[in-house]
């Protein structure tokens, strides 16, 4: 009995449902430990080693390991099209703080794949941003990262608003003594005024 054409592509989604990025099993692990982030923004390979596919656009895979686990894994990455439109690819991971051995390996849209590697080490709570420049992996910055968490969002939300009521607060205070002060004001013009018709 042949599977229909409608199950097998079910059975594709499945199978690389997890093929994108690593699992929120594996996220969770690795956020319990001491950890940081790499931020990747890939361009497409030179031209001297680019083939197009058979459509005439070319479509990279791209897969991205660290210490020899895979974290991204995608076909049909419009590279070419992406930095044409000057909106290069990028993608974010966490992973374990370390010595890190990374590697970049692009093909389809090249004649030889390309395989680039960088050494790394990744401090707690710092974002390694990389670029792939067409073609070789560099560091381009290790800075200090905090990511937002909906905690901290509910924090910032509360001073806004403590703020936000002190703000009211004394403005209400402020239009109270303008209201007295023009009050005052007219008293006066009305007292000068009837010593001036007397």
Same mark, same amino acid.
């Given at each position: 009995m042949r599977p229909s054409l409608r199950s097998l592509i079910l059975l594709t989604l499945a199978a690389c449902a997890g093929c994108t990025r690593a699992s929120d099993a594996r996220? =969770?692990?690795i956020l319990a430990g001491p950890h940081g982030w790499i931020d990747i923004t890939l361009h497409a390979p030179s031209p001297d080693g680019a083939a197009s596919a058979p459509d005439g656009s070319p479509s990279c895979s791209v *897969?991205? /390991?660290v210490n020899g686990e895979t974290l991204l894994w995608e076909t049909g990455v419009a590279l070419v099209q @992406? =930095? *044409?439109a000057k909106s290069p690819i990028g993608y974010r991971f966490?992973? +374990? @703080?370390g010595t890190l051995s990374t590697v970049l390996t692009i093909s389809g849209c090249v004649k030889a794949g390309v395989r680039a590697t960088l050494p790394l080490t990744l401090d707690k709570n /710092?974002?390694?941003l990389l670029g792939f420049d067409g073609k070789a992996l560099a560091l381009t910055s290790?800075? +200090?990262y905090q990511p937002a968490t909906l905690d901290a969002v509910r924090g910032d939300v509360a001073a806004l608003h403590e703020r936000g009521e002190t703000t009211d607060g004394a403005l209400s205070t402020l239009t109270k003594l303008v209201i007295a002060s023009v009050g005052l004001n007219v008293v006066a013009l009305i007292v000068a005024l009837r010593r001036r018709s007397r």
């Open positions: 996220n =969770d692990h *897969a991205f /390991r @992406a =930095d *044409a966490v992973v +374990p @703080a /710092r974002l390694a290790n800075e +200090p």
